[in-house]
């Protein structure tokens, strides 16, 4: 950083002695993170992947979100007035925006200060149902069932002209400046948690996409704490704090026997956000020169790469040579799941005859999961009984089908049985018509990917599978995944809202292509599916999640791999960390002790 030079002045022109010196600015604050995957890209309605939705979350707002230390979550007010408000049918629903919030200045308002209205988050829910822009999001907006959106997209897709934003209707009003309106054709119980997710439903003004147009993608404009100042793909991501950003202070309400969050509170409460003026991310594929890159400094706040977690957390705890350095280390469970899908309509390993649905439960038995969590994660995860990750609705630890078994003679069995027998001598075995089988998955470059793709090799192996990995940027393979040209492919999902029925939508027939990679379709899935999404959370919908997820388990469309453990570590001059739940954004109440920092680095 560039430090102000002081200049003597001559005498005659000296300040007279009573005046006090003009005060130093406060140094910019900057919080440097990694990423080990690159971003896709920062428009909302586009992207829901991890990376690009933790920047995306920065920059946009949602009218509520989640608390930032309380467990278990609590939604609170982002950009609302008010808690959202909804009929006894849980089938209206209003929310009540904060007058005088703006957006980030831009090219696109012409020099205008541009104020955040409802009318905005009525063209940002109708941006989904346009079928230009192909929205990966469009499936979990159409199953909340807002009346005349689907019939609007239809119409677009019908006639094959654009999508017609200037038509109103029912169930996606303005009421006034600042009062949205939803009306749902079914009961939505839960349809507020959609309004907690910034990394998806963060309001977008319709100037700045018309403005931009094929090059919004480039250009996020929201109301958020930060805007993005620096872009080079793939490689260097910068955001600096929002000028406009509205009047927020740092607070939060952990538990009253929650001794680190009430002690954090005490430190931060008052304290006007964002508190780092600038954030940096790096990305970083390679878990070593990621480690290090924290271990030298360079890097504030980590989670701890698999290939170190021993070194940095042995038996869970931090390690003392890192203890006495003054780092702070956290090892808490996440939300977020691993599994491999197969592609359902792949000639391979798809289809719903026995002989394909025996092949997917073969591989699934021959999986060994346990090694993979010791060799792999390093303790750092535990078997997934489901899709379901933990803290939502519809996970249960003691749910238990043979698809997390590891049993290999179960597997061989099973294959002999529908024909997958070796007959030329090789040591493979081929499909029951006698034609080669090769089982393909699709994977990445990573030391991780390789690590899984080595155990998954060697467990077919033993009973007779071969496999070849495809290796391409991740990137590239979620593209393929959407078109349906990926046979296997190993990834993991971290839930962004505490109702476990969006895990399930995986399996979901009408998200085909969308969240549902697999391309699963089983009507009596889908009919469990729509009626969870009718119910109130209770015994008659936990019923409906046990259902769900044996069907899962029977036609074996995914093979669940683990539930992780966040080791995360952070620098002492990191203050007010706590790892989210739901939600992606939480790099504006990071604080950093800029003079500790620099101390650290001489």
């Not at 890209?41 to 920047?55: E, K, Q």
């Not at 955001?239 to 009430?262: F, K, S």
């Not at 007779?464 to 979620?478: D, T, Y």
């Not at 839930?495 to 969240?515: C, F, H, I, N, V």
Request: contains cysteine; charged residues 25%.
């Amino acid at each position: 950083m560039r430090r102000r030079q002081t200049l003597a002045l001559p005498a005659a022109l000296a300040l007279p002695a009573a005046a006090a010196p003009a005060a130093a600015p406060p140094p910019t604050k900057v919080l440097r993170v990694a990423h080990p995957v690159a971003e896709s890209g920062f428009d909302p309605v586009r992207h829901n992947d991890l990376y690009s939705a933790t920047f995306i979350a920065h920059i946009f707002d949602a009218p509520y979100e989640y608390d930032h230390l309380a467990r278990p979550v609590r939604l609170r007010l982002r950009v609302a007035a008010a808690m959202p408000e909804s009929s006894a049918d849980f089938r209206v629903w209003t929310v009540r925006l904060t007058p005088g919030i703006h957006y980030a200045d831009d090219a696109a308002f012409a020099g205008r200060r541009r104020e955040l209205t409802a009318q905005d988050y009525v063209y940002t829910f109708k941006r989904f149902a346009d079928p230009a822009t192909r929205s990966p999001n469009w499936t979990t907006v159409d199953e909340v069932r807002i009346v005349g959106l689907a019939a609007l997209r239809e119409r677009a897709l019908e006639g094959r002209r654009p999508f017609d934003y200037d038509t109103e209707i029912a169930g996606l009003r303005a009421l006034d400046r600042y009062t949205l309106q939803f009306t749902l054709e079914q009961p939505r119980p839960r349809f507020y948690e959609l309004l907690a997710m910034s990394q998806t439903f963060g309001a977008v003004a319709r100037e700045v996409v018309e403005f931009y147009g094929d090059r919004i993608d480039e250009h996020p404009v929201g109301t958020g704490p930060y805007r993005i100042v620096e872009w080079v793909r793939s490689s260097r991501i910068a955001l600096e704090r929002n000028p406009n950003y509205r009047t927020v202070h740092w607070d939060a309400e952990p538990a009253p026997d929650d001794a680190e969050g009430q002690a954090m509170l005490a430190r931060l409460r008052g304290r006007r956000l964002p508190l780092v003026d600038r954030v940096e991310v790096s990305v970083i594929d390679e878990s070593q020169p990621r480690w290090l890159s924290f271990l030298n400094g360079r890097i504030d706040v980590a989670a701890v790469p698999l290939d170190f977690a021993q070194q940095a957390m042995p038996a869970g705890r931090l390690a003392p040579n890192l203890a006495r350095r003054g780092i702070q280390g956290w090892r808490v469970p996440v939300p977020y799941t691993t599994f491999s899908y197969f592609n359902m309509r792949h000639p391979v390993v798809g289809g719903m005859a026995p002989a394909q649905i025996a092949l997917r439960r073969a591989i699934s038995l021959a999986i060994d999961i346990e090694r993979e969590i010791q060799l792999v994660y390093r303790g750092l995860a535990v078997p997934a009984p489901s899709l379901v990750p933990p803290y939502c609705s519809g996970y249960d630890p003691q749910f238990h089908t043979e698809a997390a078994d590891h049993d290999p003679a179960r597997a061989q069995a099973l294959l002999d049985l529908y024909g997958y027998v070796d007959r030329n001598g090789d040591g493979w075995r081929e499909r029951p018509d006698g034609s080669p089988l090769q089982l393909e998955f699709a994977t990445e470059t990573s030391a991780l990917s390789r690590q899984i793709d080595e155990l998954t090799a060697k467990s077919l192996r033993a009973v007779g599978l071969r496999a070849v990995f495809k290796p391409a940027q991740w990137q590239e393979n979620m593209k393929a995944a959407r078109a349906g040209n990926l046979m296997i492919w190993f990834l993991g999902s971290s839930a962004d809202r505490p109702d476990g029925q969006d895990a399930l939508s995986r399996l979901y027939g009408p998200e085909a292509g969308a969240g549902n990679l697999a391309r699963f379709e089983l009507p009596s899935f889908d009919a469990a599916f729509r009626r969870m999404s009718d119910l109130p959370d209770g015994p008659e919908r936990d019923a409906l999640f046990r259902q769900a997820k044996r069907l899962a388990a029977v036609y074996a469309p995914y093979k669940p791999h683990v539930n992780l453990l966040a080791a995360v570590v952070a620098h002492p001059w990191v203050d007010g960390y706590r790892r989210p739940v739901f939600w992606y954004d939480i790099w504006h109440r990071l604080d950093i002790d800029v003079a500790a920092r620099n101390a650290a680095a001489h």
